[in-house]
């Protein structure tokens, strides 16, 4: 087992691309994607156990704070966690606090990868999508630097009571807008948003890829699109498709990805 593991969710890239840069500068990591469950549960050896994840919704995505009870943390093991977003920072540390306790928690912010709600360009403090990836690399650096000398916050991750509520009623609201996703002729059958899609909701039929409503709404089947074909409104349409620059699909199918 390797030295340290970063447990990953992230739908267009930005939280892996995190992970990565993180998991460079610590040596002997793993990053373990969370899209689906874990491939490796035991972290009972690892010295160093983190949490990278966005704000879906108010709060962590639902999967990782199931995929995180299953999870084996030797007690006494420093933990920590990453929570990205465009704006604020939702309730998901608190929440993840409350299954794994951490010893030390950070938040980014990055650019907004849910188009139907706003377009990517959104995200506080304002940057252009370039200014925002070298700021996130940067921080990862002083993240990574923090992680390996150990060092704790002193104060336990904030539960807002609004946004707690707001990420609760988060299923629903990604299953109805699910019920909007639309293919267009310039499906090209490639496969890729099905291979994507972390819980298995877009089948191959008659040629064009289907989706139904069992969704995160991560996004990474439209973001990540070769051909455009997949919308999700009018408004997704109009507004520029955005993941981030260093993370390719096939990126975020991996199970396991190790850093020497």
Not at 42 to 61: L, M, T
Not at 139 to 165: C, D, G, Q, W, Y
Not at 213 to 223: D, E, F, K, P, S
Request: proline share 5%.
């Amino acid at each position: 087992m390797s030295t340290n593991i970063i447990y990953c969710y992230s739908g267009t890239g930005n939280c892996l691309d995190m992970a990565k840069n993180i998991a460079r500068e610590l040596g002997d990591t793993d990053v373990v994607m969370m899209r689906s469950f874990p491939a490796v549960t035991d972290a009972s050896e690892a010295k160093r156990v983190g949490f990278i994840f966005p704000c879906f919704g108010g709060g962590a995505p639902a999967d990782v704070l199931v995929y995180a009870r299953h999870i084996h943390i030797r007690p006494g093991t420093y933990t920590f966690a990453v929570s990205q977003s465009a704006s604020y920072a939702g309730t998901g540390l608190a929440e993840l606090n409350r299954i794994v306790p951490l010893d030390y928690w950070r938040t980014v912010t990055h650019q907004c990868s849910c188009i139907w709600l706003f377009p990517h360009t959104l995200m506080m403090p304002p940057c252009t999508p370039e200014e925002a990836q070298k700021r996130s690399e940067k921080l990862a650096t002083e993240i990574a630097h923090e992680v390996l000398i150990m060092a704790k916050t002193e104060k336990k991750p904030r539960r807002n009571i609004l946004n707690a509520a707001e990420n609760k009623g988060w299923p629903m609201i990604a299953k109805k807008k699910a019920e909007g996703f639309r293919v267009s002729d310039s499906c090209i059958a490639c496969g890729q948003c099905v291979k994507l899609c972390p819980r298995g909701n877009i089948r191959l039929e008659n040629g064009k890829a289907v989706i139904g409503t069992n969704c995160a709404q991560c996004l990474g089947c439209l973001q990540f699109c070769p051909t455009g074909a997949i919308s999700l409104g009018s408004i997704t349409d109009k507004r520029e498709h955005y993941h981030n620059p260093n993370v390719k699909a096939t990126d975020l199918m991996e199970k396991v990805i190790h850093f020497d």
